[in-house]
């Protein structure tokens, strides 16, 4: 069936420097992809998302980066802080409805 | 407050005893999911609507039923409980399926589901 992979599945940064994520995904016809953060005992929350039209969204800090010939697309966060500490999700579309996720990345930002 | 509710959020029970996990949006959202979180293998969609009386299968239908009656409600039904079904379960709904303009969803609070 299709899927999503996600990497890394653990991603220690220094506070300051920058993290990144990658997800791979398998159904080319594959047209939405957003990106979830979940801290620990809560609930997930979109922070960014991005469609199939577009290459590179930015919000603040965050930025997502969409490669569809590759099949991959990437969460970039810059001067991380203590607070981006979380696990962070990506997820794409499967048929018309479906949603796919990926397997989580936790995310640790030393202080 | 817009919200998405869950209840029980924490729920114990024996095999095979009969179960519902409510849902309830107030957003007035047509699209409703139900996903399990287990560790290492992130969030897995059980069912998906896209409105009433529409719903769907996700990756891993086995062992739940859903219905949707009405638009703000979606329960989680198990009718016969195993110790796999073991999770932690997330409703979650977002304004219209994902070919919108908006397609953000929002989670409920979780429901932990343990099954002796």
């Known amino acids: 069936g299709e899927n999503v992979e996600q990497h890394p599945s653990t991603l220690s940064v220094q506070e300051g420097d920058s993290a990144v994520i990658k997800c791979t995904y398998s159904?080319?016809?594959?047209?939405?992809f957003p990106w979830y953060k979940q801290e620990l005992g809560k609930r997930p929350q979109l922070i960014i998302d991005?469609?199939?039209?577009?290459g590179e969204k930015k919000d603040q800090r965050i930025a997502v980066t969409l490669n569809k010939t590759a099949k991959h697309f990437s969460l970039h966060i810059t001067e991380t802080q203590p607070e981006d500490s979380a696990v962070y999700f990506c997820?794409?579309?499967?048929?018309?409805?479906?949603?796919?996720f990926g397997t989580g990345t936790r995310l640790k930002v030393l202080a | 407050e817009a919200q998405v509710t869950q209840n029980p959020r924490y729920l114990i029970t024996v095999t095979g005893k009969k179960l519902t996990v409510t849902c309830s949006q107030n957003?007035?959202?047509?699209?409703m999911s139900w996903y399990r979180q287990d560790p290492g293998l992130g969030l897995r969609q059980i069912y998906y609507?896209?409105?009433?009386?529409?719903?769907d299968k996700g990756d891993v239908p086995e062992g739940y039923k859903v219905s949707r009656k009405e638009k703000r409600n979606f329960p989680l039904i198990l009718e016969s409980p195993s110790p796999n079904q073991t999770s932690l379960y997330f409703c979650?709904?977002?304004?219209?399926?994902?070919?919108?303009?908006?397609?953000?969803?929002?989670f409920g609070p979780g429901t932990r589901l343990t099954v002796l």
């Open positions: 979650a709904s977002s304004l219209l399926g994902f070919g919108a303009v908006n397609n953000e969803q929002f």
């Open positions: 159904d080319s016809a594959s047209n939405y």
């Open positions: 991005i469609r199939s039209n577009v």
């Open positions: 997820a794409t579309t499967s048929g018309t409805y479906k949603y796919i």
């Open positions: 957003m007035n959202h047509e699209y």
């Open positions: 609507s896209m409105n009433v009386e529409v719903t």
